[in-house]
């Protein structure tokens, strides 16, 4: 379950990613030399056609990006260590992620996270509910800059409880209110904006298993009824806001959708239950998300586990069937630096070539310290060293090689 504090991200891709060296005995290998990370992942079929696609795809070596690039690929702003001007931390980098030329924007809308996900130059409400948050000042400046692409973790502090066995009578009832009241909000707020924003939750498998980097690997005895409830979740969340678009949608140029995100596609291959296999087949939604760092081993264990998706995703006709995109990425520089950039251009090229809606690098500023303790200097951070490098712009205000690379694919797409 989502742990209700700035932490609770942070938990499950340190943990993965450790644990993903620690099950091929290889601690000092690249990950990206990592072939044998997944056992039991079933044979491809033409896998040398496969890699021609990619290939084929890679951005790096597109004369011309493919239509509204600078829409589909952009990255998430929450929880950064750090700031480079006195303005208020969420609209510093909304202007950032502008400045580098994505017309995409990832934010986190959980009211009782708020605080702590955007911390700096910034005084906060309390909020009772994702109305109340989104209606702050600022985040209404936020949905007046000139995005194209928004996606907001939204998390209502009445859906803590959803993994209960017992629940009130009408809690989805108003997890479909909250929805409901978020979308209308923001079609009427948008109505007349060509924007399209998406709602959606943190890391999914995580979220079933009850708390980031639980492997399951001795699944609970009522993991059956635990999916059951997520599907229940997940459908009144859809509810909510498939039906503010029914109301308020019509004759608006924006378009507000809903997602669920999977992040441990490749326990399939393990026998593990997942929200991929055992909740998306039970539940139509609007878009599935991936949080993709399972299948960072090489390009072909992620178009793997994309095609997994899609065969057991139930997506409606907003986006159409098998509507699945990339909602986290991210390569820690300063913990892995080798190939940086021939690393991403291989990972562009198997999204692009797998039809990717969007595709969100983590992140604008980074959120993780080094080690496996975090230590407490003085904040704002401005030893880059003390970080894992999960960054498009450094401390320093200089840009990463993620962000040197995001930057000129931007530039490159609008024709600079």
């Known amino acids: 379950m989502y742990s209700g504090n700035s932490n609770g991200f942070r938990l499950a891709r340190r943990c993965f990613l450790r644990g993903a060296t620690a099950t091929v005995g290889l601690a000092a290998c690249p990950w990206f030399l990592i072939k044998a990370a997944h056992k039991n992942v079933p044979p491809l079929e033409n896998p040398d056609a496969i890699r021609q696609l990619i290939e084929r795809n890679r951005p790096g070596r597109m004369a011309v990006m493919p239509p509204q690039f600078c829409a589909r690929v952009g990255a998430t702003h929450v929880a950064g260590k750090y700031h480079l001007t006195s303005k208020p931390f969420l609209l510093e980098g909304a202007e950032k992620l502008l400045d580098l030329g994505t017309k995409l924007g990832k934010f986190w809308l959980i009211p009782k996270t708020i605080k702590s996900s955007y911390p700096f130059n910034s005084q906060w409400p309390e909020c009772r509910s994702l109305l109340e948050l989104v209606r702050t000042p600022y985040f209404e400046k936020l949905l007046g800059m000139p995005f194209e692409t928004l996606f907001f973790e939204a998390h209502a502090p009445i859906e803590e ?111 593990i239950p997942t929200v991929t296999q055992h909740v998306l087949p039970k539940v139509e939604l609007d878009l599935i998300s991936y949080s993709s760092y399972d299948g960072l081993s090489d390009p072909l264990t992620m178009w793997q586990c994309i095609q997994e998706i899609k065969k057991f995703a139930r997506t409606g006709p907003l986006f159409g069937p098998k509507a699945v995109c990339i909602g986290e990425i991210g390569i820690p520089e300063n913990v892995q630096p080798n190939r940086i950039v021939e690393r991403w251009d291989e990972m562009m090229g198997v999204f692009l ?60 797409a609008r024709g600079g």
């Not at 949608?249 to 809903?258: L, N």
């Not at 809606?357 to 003085?378: A, D, R, S, V």
């Open 353 to 412: 070539a797998s039809d990717m809606l969007y595709i969100i690098h983590w992140e604008l500023y980074c959120n993780e310290f080094k080690g496996n303790q975090n230590p407490t200097p003085k904040t704002p951070v401005t030893d880059p060293n003390l970080l894992r490098g999960f960054w498009l712009i450094k401390p320093d205000g200089s840009l990463s090689e993620s962000g040197r690379y995001f930057h000129s694919l931007w530039k490159k």
């Open 161 to 271: 409880s959803w993994r209960r066995p017992s629940l009130k009578p009408d809690f989805y009832e108003n997890v479909t209110k909250e929805f409901f009241d978020l979308t209308a909000h923001l079609y009427q707020t948008l109505r007349n904006r060509q924007v399209t924003v998406v709602l959606q939750h943190w890391e999914g498998d995580w979220m079933l298993r009850g708390r980031g980097g639980e492997m399951w690997t001795q699944p609970p005895d009522d993991w059956p009824q635990l999916c059951e409830r997520m599907v229940k979740w997940l459908a009144a969340r859809q509810a909510g806001v498939s039906q503010a678009r029914a109301r308020y949608g019509s004759g608006a140029r924006c378009r507000v959708a809903h997602a669920t995100e999977v992040n441990r596609v490749t326990d399939i291959w393990k026998n």
